[in-house]
T-cell receptor
Framework: ETGVTQTPRHLVMGMTNKKSLKCEQH?????MYWYKQSAKKPLELMFV???????ENNSVPSRFSPECPNSSHLFLHLHTLQPEDSALYLC??????????????FGEGSRLTVL | GQQLNQSPQSMFIQEGEDVSMNCTSS?????WLWYKQEPGEGPVLLIA?????ELTSNGRLTAQFGITRKDSFLNISASIPSDVGIYFC???????????FGTGTRLKVLA
C-alpha cells in the first residue's frame, strides 16, 4: 500500500457537474495539502490542513471546496468548474514539527478534465 | 512573491553521460527536496537536504544544499534510459512550513 493514495486517478466532468477528489495518507502525518499542477507551471499550493484545521487557502476560487474530516483523509469538492481548471491535482502529506515541516510525500494525482 | 529558478528547462543526453541541474533563489531555505515525476504519476521524493553545505547521495544521484542556503544542485551520474522524467526542486522557506517548487527539468536519455 502506497503512502498517499488518491482517487479517482482520472476524472472528466462538465462545467455543471459536482464531483469530489479523495486523498488518504497512511504515513501517520499531521499535515495534508492540495496542489494544482498545470503544464509548464510550478506546482501551485491550494490548501493546507494541519491536524484537520485549514491553515492556508492560497486565494483559491470558491468552486474548489476542501474538507478534512481527520488527519488521514482529505477531500476536494468540485462544482461549476471552468475548462481552465483542467490539471493534475496532487495531494501531499508531511509531519509538521517545530517551526517547519518535514518532507512532502505526494500521491499519484487525479487528472481532471473539464469539458 | 518568492520563486525558484530551475535550470536547465530540458536536457537531451546520451546514455552513460552525467547530468547536472540546479535551483536558485533570492530567498533563504531551511530544507531542499528533489523529486522525480514520470508521465501520469505524482512526484517521488529522491533526496532531502537539511543543512547548508550538506552533500547527500542516493545511488547515482547526488544533491547539495548550497552554502548560501539560496541554491541547490542535483547530479545524476552514468545516466540510464529509466532516468527519463521531470526533476523538480522544492525549497522550504525559513520560518515557514511552505515549500515552493521549481518549474522542473525535463530529462531525456538517448540509448
Amino acid at each position: 500500500e502506497t503512502g498517499v493514495t488518491q482517487t479517482p486517478r482520472h476524472l472528466v466532468m462538465g462545467m455543471t457537474n459536482k464531483k469530489s477528489l479523495k486523498c488518504e495518507q497512511h504515513l501517520g502525518h499531521n499535515a495534508m495539502y492540495w496542489y494544482k499542477q498545470s503544464a509548464k507551471k510550478p506546482l501551485e499550493l491550494m490548501f493546507v490542513y494541519n491536524f484537520k484545521e485549514q491553515t492556508e487557502n492560497n486565494s483559491v476560487p470558491s468552486r474548489f471546496s476542501p474538507e478534512c474530516p481527520n488527519s488521514s483523509h482529505l477531500f476536494l469538492h468540485l462544482h461549476t468548474l471552468q475548462p481552465e481548471d483542467s490539471a493534475l491535482y496532487l495531494c501531499a502529506s508531511s509531519q509538521r514539527q517545530g517551526g517547519g515541516t518535514g518532507e512532502l510525500f505526494f500521491g499519484e494525482g487525479s487528472r481532471l478534465t473539464v469539458l | 512573491g518568492q520563486q525558484l529558478n530551475q535550470s536547465p528547462q530540458s536536457m537531451f543526453i546520451q546514455e552513460g553521460e552525467d547530468v547536472s541541474m540546479n535551483c536558485t533563489s533570492s530567498s533563504i531555505f531551511n530544507t531542499w527536496l528533489w523529486y522525480k515525476q514520470e508521465p501520469g504519476e505524482g512526484p517521488v521524493l529522491l533526496i532531502a537536504l537539511y543543512k547548508a553545505g550538506e552533500l547527500t547521495s542516493n545511488g547515482r544521484l547526488t544533491a547539495q544544499f548550497g552554502i548560501t542556503r539560496k541554491d541547490s544542485f542535483l547530479n545524476i551520474s552514468a545516466s540510464i534510459p529509466s532516468d527519463v522524467g521531470i526533476y523538480f526542486c522544492a525549497g522550504q522557506l525559513t520560518g515557514t512550513y511552505k515549500y515552493i517548487f521549481g518549474t522542473g527539468t525535463r530529462l531525456k536519455v538517448l540509448a
